[in-house]
């Protein structure tokens, strides 16, 4: 089966460093991978998403994320942290297999970033 | 465009009551799913349905949840009766239908069980 593991529950940084939540991915065929950003009572959000066509993913509010497979790897980055970005981050994965139906998600346990002044 | 439509936002039941869900997917979206996401936790999938049929319900504990898409738009997700290990926030997703396409979620229902 196909499964992620976020590396740190917790990441805290200042505003304006740089932003590094990690992701590895266990699975024998590369897969699709994605990040999702969650706000307090809020549902989840995409930021990114990687489908093989690039292995530097851009995503929305300065987001990026690059596919490592050597490392089995798509670690979150963003250069510089506002405090706005304060939320738990998921990291996703999904098989490549086709069967004719959209694959589901398995998700990570998440990471909660913390911004401080 | 609209998004993924959930309801109630907020229940609160005492253990062994039921309590049902609503979902409205984005409009044309063939692949709908259900997850549970407990406190501290990443969300899982209990259930995809592809049109109104049951692609994947693996996880889901059918000796209490139930769930079901009405023409293969809206959906239901029942539970009845109740634990205390239900609370959770149940968020329904929606997709186009094919692999790789992105996944859309709703804002979540919050389910306290007492």
């Known amino acids: 089966a196909q499964s992620v593991t976020q590396l740190g529950s917790h990441v805290s940084v200042s505003e304006g460093a740089l932003v590094l939540l990690r992701c590895n991915y266990s699975s024998s065929v590369p897969p699709y991978l994605f990040w999702y950003v969650q706000y307090p009572n809020q549902g989840l959000q995409l930021l990114l998403k990687?489908?093989?066509?690039?292995?530097l993913v851009k995503g929305i509010n300065g987001f990026e994320a690059e596919f490592k497979k050597s490392e089995t790897s798509f670690h979150l980055t963003k250069p510089s942290a506002h405090m706005s970005d304060a939320a738990e981050y998921f990291c996703?994965?999904?098989?490549?297999?086709?069967?004719?139906?959209?694959?589901?998600?398995?998700f990570g346990t998440g990471t909660r970033l913390q911004v401080t002044l | 465009e609209a998004g993924v439509a959930q309801s109630p936002r907020y229940k609160i039941i005492e253990k062994r009551q039921s309590v049902a869900f609503w979902c409205n997917p984005i409009s044309g979206h063939a692949t709908l799913y259900w997850y549970q996401q407990i406190l501290g936790q990443g969300p899982k999938l209990l259930i995809q349905f592809q049109n109104n049929g049951v692609v994947d319900d693996s996880q889901l504990p059918k000796d209490r949840f139930s769930a079901e898409r009405l023409k293969g738009v809206d959906s239901t997700l029942k539970i009845q009766p109740a634990k205390l290990e239900d609370s959770a926030v149940y968020l329904c997703?929606?997709?186009?239908?094919?692999?790789?396409?992105?996944?859309?979620f709703g804002e979540g229902s919050w389910l306290t069980v007492v």
């Open positions: 990687y489908t093989s066509a690039a292995t």
């Open positions: 997703a929606s997709s186009p239908g094919l692999v790789g396409n992105t996944i859309y």
């Open positions: 996703a994965v999904s098989d490549r297999l086709s069967t004719g139906t959209a694959s589901k998600l398995t």
